[in-house]
């Protein structure tokens, strides 16, 4: 057999193919085998049972609550996809948050949070953590005096999401992690809604990337899952603690299912994008609009630093209407016949919903003052947050003149 190209060598397009892919050593076969089995032998006395620093070096299949081979295979493409030592898989986006969380906090302990980012993420980090203890800032991280202002003797981690579920809002990763730095804190990043195809943010020296691969990742809306990819280190103290104690692992179903719905990451994100771009510019134009943010516009209020950090404008748009959003969303919801009113995103069919302001304030931001003046000058009353599909332009185009009239 020739020896395989290294993920290092190869182009970013190949490694969501084949990093980490090896043929199977018995049959040959090279599409990944799906290996249900949640344990291996082992010859007793030659391995160790310790979770603690779990760094799957001697035995790393004795117990699939560690990792599995099909889970492993999927760990060594994300590692290879963002460049990095390392990744752990986890059974959901928001396990992979909570492990993040969960391994680098203790009680006394300090956390940043982006003031904008994924609900779930935002609620558990300013819900759950508090009451173990762990003190927590959301913060505007695209202002840096307002973060160095946040940070405290106690901080440990800054958490960032770029661009920021539901507004695409973005935040510098290289400022950022300038001041993590400086600070000695460490720094992680949910880039769900880019993937690797759109930024890799280690290299802009975030030390954690977090994915949801529910989403554009697996992109096909079969399966959970979620990933913390980073350095070596980091990534065997949280396979300890958030796979090993806290049973947050991914299944290997799921893995195999996501490893597929990689190998076509970068040509469904590329035509994603460029329809996304198609759609924008058509929104743009529509009289019953009156905003739409895309990161690929030239009218982005971020545009130099979406230059910067973003290869593609990505498959997500967020547009505000002239009339009612609960009346166009009623429409939407009887008139699509190729989009769906739905929530998740970065599935390969369309998804639209609502993100109402005052129904997320409410239930989740709850922002005052100046927070919330910064929310309502990107989102006004709410954004329909779009996740752009794989279907023909013009049939995601009728469908969305149909509902906006
Ligand atoms: C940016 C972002 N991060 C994390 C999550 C959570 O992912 P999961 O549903 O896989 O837990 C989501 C879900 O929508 C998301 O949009």
Redesign the pocket.
């Known amino acids: 057999m020739s020896a395989k190209l290294p993920p290092a060598q190869m182009h970013p397009a190949t490694r969501a193919l084949d990093a980490g892919l090896v043929p199977d050593p018995v049959t040959g076969a090279i599409a990944p085998t799906l290996v249900a089995s949640v344990n291996n032998t082992f010859t007793p006395g030659s391995a160790g049972f310790s979770a603690e620093g779990a760094d799957l070096t001697e035995q790393p299949f004795l117990y699939a609550r560690w990792t599995n081979p099909t889970v492993r295979a999927l760990e060594e493409r994300l590692a290879g996809l963002e460049g990095a030592e390392d990744a752990l898989a986890t059974a ?6 909570a492990a993040v969380f969960l391994t680098l906090l203790k009680a006394g302990d300090h956390l940043i949070v982006s003031e904008v ?2 609900a ?2 935002y609620e558990l980090a300013t819900r759950i953590l508090p009451d173990l203890g762990i003190a927590v800032t959301p913060c505007d991280l695209t202002d840096p005096a307002a973060v160095r202002a946040a940070l405290r003797p106690t901080t440990r981690l800054i958490h960032a ?1 770029t661009p ?2 539901p507004i695409l809002r973005l935040t510098d990763l290289a400022a950022l992690s300038h001041i993590a730095r400086e600070a000695g804190v460490l720094l992680s990043v ?1 880039s ?2 880019a993937t690797p195809v759109i930024t890799r943010p280690l290299d802009h020296g975030v030390d954690l990337v ?1 994915h ?4 554009f990742m697996n992109g096909h809306g079969d399966a ?3 990933a913390v990819i980073g350095r070596k280190d980091l990534i065997s103290r949280l396979r300890s603690r958030a796979g090993v104690y806290l049973g947050a692992t991914l299944s290997a179903q799921n893995a195999w299912l996501i490893l597929r719905g990689l190998d076509t990451l970068f040509p469904r994100l590329r035509t994603a994008s460029d329809t996304a771009g198609q759609l924008a510019n058509w929104l743009k134009s529509h009289p019953a609009v009156t905003r739409v943010t895309w990161p690929g516009a030239e009218d982005h209020p971020q545009r130099d630093l979406a230059q910067r950090q973003m290869a593609l404008g990505g498959a997500m748009i967020a547009f505000q209407t002239r009339e009612a959003p609960a009346t166009v969303a009623a429409r939407m919801a009887a008139r699509f016949r190729v989009i769906h009113y739905a ?3 970065g599935h390969q069919r369309s998804i639209c919903v609502h993100i109402g302001t005052e129904e997320i304030q409410r239930s989740t931001f709850r922002m005052e003052g100046a927070a919330l003046q910064r929310w309502t000058d990107w989102a006004g009353e709410g954004v329909f947050r779009l996740s752009v599909g794989l279907e023909d332009p013009a049939d995601l185009i009728a469908d969305l003149s149909c509902a906006l009239e």
């Open positions: 959901t986006g928001v396990a992979a948050a980012c994924y779930g993420v999401e920021c579920n949910d769900t809604l977090i949801s691969l529910t989403k959970l899952g979620g929530f998740s995103l």
